[in-house]
């Protein structure tokens, strides 16, 4: 039996393929809370201040909360920690959070990306100034 290719790598050295990493973020999310908290306050800082104060969708841009998940911005305005959230609504916020596991890979690839151009940056000066010296 041939082995399924692998389309795109998802991250540098591994031979996941995007969807296989969404699919990760998307199990993780549903299943931890720890992941479903940090997701949320990460896409929450992608709304902006119009929709942080509103709760609804002002600016299509593909990152931020649905006008129908408000309630998950309500929650990170609040400014609770994990260990103050009730059980119900933690199974909220896992429910809602695993519709987000796309734009969390792309917050993930464009970070490592970034990243990779800084230290390729970094580098090129160190070798630069070894070469000064």
């Known amino acids: ?11 540098p050295g591994t031979d996941f393929t995007k969807k296989q990493c ?45 006008t129908a ?15 103050e959230l009730s059980e119900g609504f933690k199974a909220v916020m896992r429910n809602k959070m695993k519709k987000y596991a796309g734009q969390l890979y792309r917050v993930v690839t464009e ?3 970034t990243e990779g151009l800084l230290a390729a940056h970094m580098a090129a000066q160190c070798a630069g100034e070894a070469a000064d010296a």
């Not at 998940?69 to 260990?83: E, H, I, P, T, V």
């Open 1 to 11: 039996m041939e082995e399924p290719k692998m389309s795109r790598k998802c991250l």
């Open 22 to 66: 969404v699919d990760f973020i998307r199990m993780k999310v549903r299943s931890d809370d720890e992941w479903a908290f940090a997701a949320m306050k990460r896409i929450y800082g992608f709304q902006t201040a119009e929709e942080k104060r509103t709760g609804e969708t002002v600016v299509h841009n593909e990152f931020g909360f649905t």
């Open 69 to 83: 998940d408000g309630q998950l911005s309500a929650m990170c305005r609040s400014g609770k920690g994990l260990d």
């Open 111 to 113: 970070v490592l990306h």
